[in-house]
Structure formats: structure tokens, C-alpha cells
T-cell receptor, first 111, second 112 residues
């Protein structure tokens, strides 16, 4: 059974801080990873994807992938109250595979 | 304006009735998916389709049916056999399976 685990949470950080969201996966064949943001009552929105080991930065967001340790993380710098949402991690094993989603981590940014 | 549309946004049905949820995309994506989300839970895959006239069961297909007669459309029918149909239903699409998926706005179904 392929699993993506997001065990830490809910997470609360003060405005301006760095929020660190972590995700581990069980399938060593996983090649691609995605972070989605879901506001309450809304559908998930893709914010980052990463395929290679290392860091990938996009604005205030940095995705980190470590295939040897089977974890992927999302860092949000200068957190804003508008970042308060549930963040879903998903992994896929390449073409013709389905994505496996974690249950999500709820982030609250305190003004 | 490209995207994925789902209708209706809210749907109310009586127990024992079948109901069909609409999903349309104009992104020219080959793959489409249906997920179910319950409060505080992640996404559970119901059905997916990699190409027109072909679809596969996901993790929780019992009580659901789909069709894929057109590339743009992937309707989901929630049948009376589904024991707990009340949930938030999300449709998604991707260029091919394994890549990033884009979600529609969702349909919130309540069955009483």
C-alpha cells in the first residue's frame, strides 16, 4: 500500500515566521511530488511541484525533496494570515501512475 | 478562459435516489479523476480515466459509476448503493496520469 503521511499538525506560527510542513512517503518508486493549498470549503490549488532531490524555490515557497530519506517538505517564508489553510502533499510514481495524497496539515498564521 | 467546471456547487437528494455530478474541462487534458473528501480527511480516489472510453476504479469505487464519452467530460453518478454519499466531491484533470492535477471547484452533496 503506497502511503503519504503528514503526521504533524495542526501547526500555528506567528505572522512573519517560517512555516515548515513535512511529508513522508513509503513508495521508493515515487518520482514526483506536489503541494496543494486548500482553503476551508474550497478545492485544492496546486502551489509547488518537485521532481529532483534538493530545493526548489518559488517566491516565498520552497519545496525540498530528499529521496534517500523519503521525505518532502514545504517551507513558507514570511508567513501571512492569508497562508492559513490546509496543505496537502501528494506523490506519484511517474507516467501512468495515480497520485497518492496525504491527509493534509492545517496551518494557522497568527497576526 | 481554461479550467475545470463542476456543477452544481451544492446538491441535495433524498436517500435512495441516484444523482449525477457534472465535470467538464477545456484544458485538453487526457486524464480525469473523481475524488471524495470527508471532513478532516484527505482525498480518496473514486474513479479515474486516462483516455476517452476508458476508466479504472480507484480506492472507493463501490456505489459509484462513471462514463467518459468525450475528452472534456467525466460525469460521476452516485447510486443508491453508496452507503454514505454525503461528502465534498472533487473532479480533477491532468495532461497525463502521474503529472500535476488541477481541481474543479467541487460539488457538496448532501443526502438525507
Amino acid at each position: 500500500q503506497k502511503e503519504v503521511e503528514q503526521n504533524s499538525g495542526p501547526l500555528s506560527v506567528p505572522e512573519g515566521a517560517i512555516a515548515s510542513l513535512n511529508c513522508t512517503y513509503s513508495d521508493r518508486g515515487s518520482q514526483s511530488f506536489f503541494w496543494y493549498r486548500q482553503y476551508s470549503g474550497k478545492s485544492p490549488e496546486l502551489i509547488m511541484f518537485i521532481y529532483s532531490n534538493g530545493d526548489k524555490e518559488d517566491g516565498r515557497f520552497t519545496a525540498q525533496l530528499n529521496k534517500a530519506s523519503q521525505y518532502v517538505s514545504l517551507l513558507i517564508r514570511d508567513s501571512q494570515p492569508s497562508d492559513s489553510a490546509t496543505y496537502l502533499c501528494a506523490g506519484g510514481a511517474g507516467a501512468n501512475s495515480k497520485l497518492t495524497f496525504g491527509k493534509g496539515i492545517t496551518l494557522s498564521v497568527r497576526p | 478562459d481554461g479550467g475545470i467546471t463542476q456543477s452544481p456547487k451544492y446538491l441535495f437528494r433524498k436517500e435512495g435516489q441516484n444523482v449525477t455530478l457534472s465535470c467538464e474541462q477545456n484544458l485538453n487534458h487526457d486524464a480525469m479523476y473523481w475524488y471524495r473528501q470527508d471532513p478532516g480527511q484527505g482525498l480518496r480516489l473514486i474513479y479515474y480515466s486516462q483516455i476517452v472510453n476508458d476508466f479504472q476504479k480507484g480506492d472507493i469505487a463501490e456505489g459509484y459509476s462513471v462514463s467518459r464519452e468525450k475528452k472534456e467530460s467525466f460525469p460521476l453518478t452516485v447510486t443508491s448503493a453508496q452507503k454514505n454519499p454525503t461528502a465534498f466531491y472533487l473532479c480533477a484533470s491532468s495532461i497525463g496520469t502521474g503529472g500535476e492535477q488541477y481541481f474543479g471547484p467541487g460539488t457538496r452533496l448532501t443526502v438525507t
